[in-house]
């Protein structure tokens, strides 16, 4: 993107060079001229990106290392053969490949992958991460790259129509999300249980252990379509953005993942990620 501002300053000036009516001499001369100056530009930011991906301190050289917890379709989950797939797989690879590094995607709980990335044990944590005002006291947060929904899955004979009607309900939650979260703090400690997974949580509506379920709205989609007999109510729990989570204090790695996330979603490449795995409805 630099590479093109550089250009098209560069055919300006010739523009302009030509309307105050050099001689083709004089013009060729400074077109000569403006492209060197072009070309230095452009050099010069290439330098610049090279020099900021080099001042980068990663857990492990040569490697991005991002926990997360593989299990949070279609954010991060494994496919067939055991790799690693989601839109936050896809946007932390798409981030590390400008500064020249691999991403390693080490998996464990959601738990885990935070306290990870606030004590140093891996250079940041996606796994539809929630910015709150707790985790800000502990961790520093990119700008927001994606917009998570709380949804609420019941059995499609539930009595319950809205979040109201949980009050009294037995709640299933990933364990450590804002889903819990929020529950425990609307319905209380008692009325939640919180599960080390998503699908785990699902099974236990499934197996009427709990009444309902309070997750993202994506991965509970694919949750209903897998498990029939399941519904996700109309009416939304809360709705929150997605942002990375780094050691705080670490400003170097910060501002290189927001850097890398303007270009990514001015070239049109972020939206395109998350039209891979959600479809419009």
Same mark, same amino acid.
């Given at each position: 993107?630099?590479?093109?501002?550089?250009?098209?300053?560069?055919?300006?000036?010739?523009?302009?060079?030509?309307?105050?009516?050099?001689?083709? /001499?004089?013009?060729? #001369?400074? &077109?000569? +001229? =403006? !492209? %060197? @100056? *072009? /070309?230095?530009?452009? #050099?010069? &930011?290439? +330098? =610049? !990106? %090279? @020099? *900021?991906?080099?001042?980068?301190?990663?857990?492990?050289?040569?490697?991005?290392?991002?926990?997360?917890?593989?299990?949070?379709?279609?954010?991060?989950?494994?496919?067939?053969?055991?790799?690693?797939?989601?839109?936050?797989?896809?946007?932390?690879?798409?981030?590390?490949?400008?500064?020249?590094?691999?991403?390693?995607?080490?998996?464990?709980?959601?738990?885990?992958?935070?306290?990870?990335?606030?004590?140093?044990?891996?250079?940041?944590?996606?796994?539809?991460?929630?910015?709150?005002?707790?985790?800000?006291?502990?961790?520093?947060?990119?700008?927001?790259?994606?917009?998570?929904?709380?949804?609420?899955?019941?059995?499609?004979?539930?009595?319950?129509?809205?979040?109201?009607?949980?009050?009294?309900?037995?709640?299933?939650?990933?364990?450590?999300?804002?889903?819990?979260?929020?529950?425990?703090?609307?319905?209380?400690?008692?009325?939640?249980?919180?599960?080390?997974?998503?699908?785990?949580?699902?099974?236990?509506?499934?197996?009427?252990?709990?009444?309902?379920?309070?997750?993202?709205?994506?991965?509970?989609?694919?949750?209903?379509?897998?498990?029939?007999?399941?519904?996700?109510?109309?009416?939304?729990?809360?709705?929150?953005?997605?942002?990375?989570?780094?050691?705080?204090?670490?400003?170097?790695?910060?501002?290189?993942?927001?850097?890398?996330?303007?270009?990514?979603?001015?070239?049109?490449?972020?939206?395109?990620?998350?039209?891979?795995?959600?479809?419009?409805?």
């Amino acid at each position: 993107m630099k590479k093109l501002s550089a250009m098209l300053m560069a055919g300006a000036m010739m523009m302009s060079l030509a309307a105050c009516g050099s001689s083709a /001499s004089s013009a060729s #001369s400074e &077109a000569v +001229s =403006s !492209e %060197a @100056a *072009s /070309s230095e530009v452009a #050099s010069s &930011a290439a +330098s =610049s !990106e %090279a @020099a *900021s991906a080099a001042e980068l301190t990663t857990v492990t050289p040569g490697k991005l290392t991002m926990s997360t917890n593989a299990a949070f379709p279609p954010y991060e989950s494994t496919d067939d053969n055991g790799n690693f797939v989601g839109i936050d797989i896809d946007v932390a690879t798409a981030i590390a490949e400008p500064l020249g590094l691999e991403l390693q995607v080490d998996d464990m709980d959601f738990d885990a992958a935070l306290l990870a990335a606030q004590n140093g044990k891996s250079d940041l944590v996606m796994a539809g991460v929630t910015v709150t005002e707790d985790r800000q006291l502990v961790m520093d947060f990119s700008d927001s790259y994606a917009t998570g929904i709380q949804s609420i899955i019941v059995k499609e004979d539930s009595d319950v129509a809205t979040p109201d009607d949980l009050a009294d309900k037995m709640i299933g939650t990933q364990r450590g999300t804002t889903g819990y979260i929020y529950c425990s703090d609307d319905f209380g400690d008692e009325h939640v249980t919180p599960y080390d997974d998503g699908l785990t949580a699902v099974q236990a509506l499934v197996n009427g252990q709990v009444d309902a379920v309070v997750i993202d709205n994506a991965p509970a989609k694919e949750f209903v379509a897998a498990n029939p007999g399941l519904k996700i109510l109309d009416t939304a729990y809360a709705e929150e953005d997605y942002a990375i989570g780094v050691a705080k204090g670490n400003t170097a790695m910060l501002d290189a993942i927001n850097g890398a996330l303007e270009e990514l979603k001015n070239d049109g490449t972020l939206q395109a990620i998350i039209d891979k795995y959600i479809k419009a409805e």
